[in-house]
């Protein structure tokens, strides 16, 4: 029994280190491929603007999240170092994180390269607030900007008064920069505010939100030009001879801008913690650990990516894990459990743009997982890796197992002490020899005695007379 445990010790222990070796192997393999996306961007952005002067047309036409923020501080960046005459950055977006959108505006501002938003389609909630950062707005026919209240993650307005504050004081900030009348950004903003709006001729009533037309945001100052394509844009600004770098993201990037999305990331965490749990308590290496680790891994992949997580971080991860698995097999009362769980968390929390929003969504994947363990662990417990460490056959009477002869018919039989009983000793009952005890008396050798009890192998014996004055 005791090789057979061994045996399935050294099976687990194995497969935890497939388990690290795999998140080990691949998530380098995905970084250094990130890296040469990278690098084979940045050296064609080198190559094409030797001569200087360089339009960069760079498109975000996405919600704006942390992975656009993350592609555009790369796009600017780039043009910095090339010194850049200007940045045509195609905006076409419903919104998105407020966060974000401050980062991507802080990046405007404090960049070499002055920037010239073109709006194709829409501009709206975070997008009007990238957009007032830059010093020119070129809207296309059809087009709006605007309607930037702050909602929830289900669209719903929120009305704390010191969010909308907050908000709306940042939308008049970024219209104050270049000249623009802040009243429009509150009236874009404060869902509560009654402001009049002469230049368009109406005015924004309380419970309504202001929104502007290409027409109406050059009437209001908001816009510069009305343009039908980058093309125009870029006559009506006069760069026509200028060298086009066009900056897209690349492969990685826009699978990084989708895995560090809320919903994604949490559904990353779910898979790859109840995937690792079930590996580690049912046997066999198969599904359940691949998929687990490979949530991981594109969890911390895109998070790199994304310029989020560095080499700290998944070496956390990697020596939680460790941790974790160490707990199943060395007793140290929950110590290495629980710095395992810490490094862990402080992986996953280091990797993340925002540390709080990391610990919610890891706090509803712990959650999730736990139910989902439970339930596959209640199936399947017949199985678990706790069974194998625990001897459930039984070898009763029942089934023919008998450990030893019952002696219970003996009592009341008699025979002779064949050795003096101090009290141990043995007799001779009908030709057996037996070893047996007394009560405690002495009995000296060749004296009757009677069997008065039997206990399994434990026999009881007293001398004959002193049974029979009883």
């Given at each position: 029994m005791y090789v057979r445990n061994l045996k399935i010790v050294r099976h687990s222990v194995l497969r935890c280190a497939v388990l690290m070796l795999l998140a080990v192997v691949l998530l380098p393999w995905f970084a250094g491929t990130s890296a040469q996306a990278a690098a084979g961007a940045e050296e064609q952005s080198k190559a094409a603007s030797t001569a200087g002067g360089?339009?960069?047309?760079?498109?975000?036409?996405?919600?704006?999240?942390?992975?656009?923020e993350s592609f555009l501080e790369r796009a600017y960046k780039e043009a910095d170092e090339a010194h850049a005459e200007r940045v045509l950055l195609v905006l076409n977006t419903f919104g998105g994180r407020v966060d974000s959108a401050e980062g991507i505006g802080e990046l405007i501002r404090s960049s070499n390269v002055p920037t010239t938003v073109f709006v194709e389609g829409k501009a709206v909630s975070a997008g009007t607030y990238i957009a007032l950062n830059a010093e020119q707005i070129v809207m296309q026919p059809g087009s709006t900007i605007g309607a930037a209240a702050v909602v929830d993650g289900s669209g719903s307005?929120?009305?704390?008064?010191?969010?909308?504050?907050?908000?709306?004081?940042?939308?008049?900030e970024a219209a104050r920069l270049h000249g623009r009348n802040p009243d429009y950004a509150a009236a874009m903003t404060d869902v509560n505010a009654s402001i009049e709006l002469k230049e368009i001729g109406r005015n924004k009533a309380s419970g309504d939100i202001l929104t502007l037309t290409a027409s109406e945001a050059v009437e209001a100052g908001y816009a510069e030009h009305v343009a039908n394509s980058v093309g125009e844009t870029i006559q009506w600004l006069g760069l026509e001879g200028r060298t086009q770098i066009e900056i897209e993201p690349s492969w990685t990037e826009d699978l990084a801008a989708w895995l560090t999305s809320p919903v994604i990331v949490t559904l990353l965490l779910i898979l790859g913690i109840a995937g690792i749990a079930i590996e580690m308590l049912l046997p066999g290496f198969g599904i359940p650990g691949i998929v687990g680790i490979v949530s991981f891994v594109l969890f911390f992949f895109g998070h790199y990516v994304a310029g989020f997580a560095g080499q700290e971080s998944v070496l956390l991860f990697i020596l939680g894990l460790a941790l974790l698995a160490s707990e199943l097999f060395i007793p140290s009362f929950g110590i290495l459990g629980t710095l395992g769980a810490i490094a862990l968390v402080s992986g996953v929390v280091t990797a993340s743009h925002d540390a709080l929003t990391a610990l919610y969504a890891l706090l509803i994947a712990f959650v999730v997982a736990a139910v989902i363990v439970y339930v596959l662990a209640k199936k399947y417990s017949h199985r678990g890796i706790w069974n194998k460490f625990i001897l459930r056959d039984k070898l009763s009477t029942e089934q023919g197992y008998v450990s030893n002869p019952s002696r219970e018919m003996m009592?009341?039989?008699?025979?002779?002490?064949?050795?003096?009983l101090r009290p141990a000793g043995a007799v001779d009952i009908d030709g057996e020899k037996l070893d047996v005890v007394t009560d405690g008396r002495f009995i000296a050798a060749g004296v009757p005695v009677v069997i008065v009890a039997a206990e399994g192998a434990r026999i009881v014996v007293k001398e004959v007379h002193t049974t029979t004055k009883e």
């Open positions: 360089a339009l960069y047309i760079v498109e975000a036409k996405q919600t704006v999240e942390a992975g656009l307005l929120i009305d704390n008064p010191k969010t909308i504050s907050f908000w709306t004081g940042e939308m008049m009592i009341g039989r008699t025979g002779i002490a064949l050795t003096p």
